[in-house]
């Protein structure tokens, strides 16, 4: 008989936070979720505030008192909530160090004053940088770093082995490609669909278009998430989750304009990258993921036109996102 857990949840009104939460609630688990809704949207926890087995915390990450308190009686955390932001890093510095370094400190301080060991963090394949091994493994050497997103992920990475390490911890970090999917509100993939409904006929694209990208679908990465959890017993366990493949933005574009019926003109706004950080080239070995015996049943064709398809339906996310 499966043994039900009480899960905790950092960003759990957010796109992968509350597909995780409904997953987690349809599996006959508890889950205490806990977000400040600086992103996440209501709307997201609808079904899981159906259940008895769930409770919501609004308090924010940096409120180590309130976050200290939410976590009593917690069996496993997934530390999901952070400033995603990669374009505007170097428009507001503060936010990456605070709301992903210092925010997993105080995770991590709330967990060893709970008595919590186990917890799951969601990294990114941007701690590589521009790396020098493509596709990039697990114990790549680590270039200069190139984003204060990737450096701030890194550092919370590094805190997490840490109390790995001091405190008895077990550890779960992932270094995600990009997510797509059901409440997808954030990337290439949203831009893209929402300058073609404002006009179909023409499409501005941040660099030269060639900008090589992988992207693993939200289920599948969920999926792979609890695989792993299950299957893997050290005591800091690192995996990138992804796919077998990539896709230029172009590719991308083009699976987009498809499913619309559109053929707008494009304009590039020149260089190799978007903006600064924007990684040109990222496609991380997923093979230590797949020897534990998962693989995604979604291409990222499929894992792109199924993220269309939900925001042609849910017309509401953009105007919430407005």
């Not at 349809?26 to 409770?55: C, I, K, M, P, W």
């Not at 890093?89 to 210092?102: C, F, R, S, W």
């Not at 493949?245 to 699976?255: A, F, P």
Request: proline fraction near 3%; hydrophobic fraction near 40%.
């Amino acid at each position: 008989m499966e043994v039900k857990l009480r899960y905790f949840i950092t960003g759990c009104a957010g796109f992968i936070g509350s597909s995780l939460t409904d997953k987690l609630l349809n599996a006959g688990h508890e889950v205490v979720g806990y977000d400040n809704f600086s992103t996440g949207l209501t709307e997201f926890l609808q079904e899981a505030n159906q259940s008895s087995r769930f409770t919501l915390v609004k308090a924010d990450l940096l409120d180590r008192d309130a976050l200290t308190d939410a976590m009593r009686g917690i069996d496993f955390v997934f530390h999901l909530a952070a400033n995603a932001d990669v374009r505007f890093g170097t428009h507001h510095p503060h936010k990456d160090l605070e709301q992903n370094a210092i925010a997993t400190f105080n995770v991590l301080e709330a967990m060893r004053l709970n008595g919590v060991k186990k917890i799951a963090f969601a990294s990114t394949g941007s701690i590589y940088g521009e790396a020098t091994v493509i596709p990039t493994p697990e114990h790549s050497p680590f270039p200069i770093q190139t984003s204060l997103y990737g450096a701030s992920k890194l550092a919370a990475e590094g805190l997490i082995q840490a109390y790995c390490e001091g405190f008895d911890f077990q550890g779960y970090i992932f270094r995600f490609v990009s997510i797509l999917g059901e409440r997808y509100t954030h990337g290439h993939v949203f831009d893209f669909y929402k300058q073609l409904l404002n006009d179909p006929n023409k499409l501005t694209i941040l660099g030269n278009g060639k900008q090589r990208k992988s992207y693993l679908y939200i289920q599948d990465c969920l999926d792979a998430m609890m695989w792993v959890i299950e299957k893997a017993t050290d005591k800091v366990n690192i995996f990138n989750l992804g796919t077998d493949e990539y896709c230029r933005v172009t590719d991308s574009i083009g699976w987009i304009c498809n499913y619309l019926g559109v053929t707008p003109a494009h304009s590039y706004t020149g260089g190799e990258r978007g903006w600064i950080g924007d990684n040109p080239f990222i496609f991380l070995d997923v093979s230590r993921v797949q020897q534990l015996g998962w693989k995604p049943k979604l291409s990222i064709r499929e894992g792109v036109v199924q993220t269309i398809k939900y925001l042609h339906q849910n017309p509401w996310v953009l105007e919430r996102r407005a």
